[in-house]
């Protein structure tokens, strides 16, 4: 049966990759590479360094694809998430079929750890689901964004014992402030932290976490927001692209102590 290794690859910085990963991608007869369009090259670079860097079997073969893009006209969010999945399960099944012998495997390089906000995992589902290409998958854990930026904020990311919550930017204003003392808010193309009119909160920023360019910045969000603005969109402006992710806190360690 084919086997797919979904391999968390951390988020930016070669080093990120565990021990575990560098074995399953080795252990694969091919590497599957997304082509994502060129405003994304250095994510791309990334992933060509890891495989420089790691991969000494040189019976692998690299199979590069198209990533088809989702439509988002004439149908809501999840519709149209919903159909991209379809779509690219139907590209994985073609890849699976053309490029794998039925004994043979194939791994993703998947940023972060591939259980958080990322689809690879329910699109090979999909894969199964529609039994054409029998099929076993394994999931190699990765870095997350989350770990990178409280690494280099050298923060906890809870408060002792107190929870955390993690969500979009398109969520944050239905739960902050609130039900969280610390929220960790991605995928937000909003900026919705610049929304929030707490003088408690506290914010630890981070973009292009793990990589030569990452820029981090934190303190009251009342103080730092517009600064926090201001260099994301210089940043965008120049790299034409941006990742970024941020920690909202309120309160401290025993605060609520009797
Ligand atoms: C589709 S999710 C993928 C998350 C990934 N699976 C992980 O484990 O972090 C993409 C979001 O992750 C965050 N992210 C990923 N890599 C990042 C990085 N190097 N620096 C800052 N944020 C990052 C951003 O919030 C971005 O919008």
Redesign the pocket.
Known sequence: MRHIHIV?IG??NPEHLTVQAINALNAANVILVPSKGAAKTELADVRRDICQRYITNKTIRFVDYDVPSRQIADRSYVQSVDDWHEEISATYERLFLEHLAEDESAAFL?????????STLRIIERVTARGKVPLDYSIIP?????Q??TASHRIPLNLVGKPVQITTGRRLAESFPGIAETAV????GEQAFSKIVDPDAYIYW??????KD?IIIAGRLADVSERILATRAQARAEHGWI???YLLRKGQDFDDRA
């Not at 998947?110 to 990322?118: Q, R």
């Not at 990765?142 to 989350?146: D, N, Q, W, Y």
């Not at 981070?206 to 990589?211: D, E, H, K, P, Q």
């Open positions: 968390g988020t930016g998947v940023w972060g750890d591939p259980g958080l906000y990322d990765g870095i997350t964004s989350i990178a930026l808010v991605m995928l937000d981070g973009a292009y976490l793990g990589t990452e990742m970024d992710i």
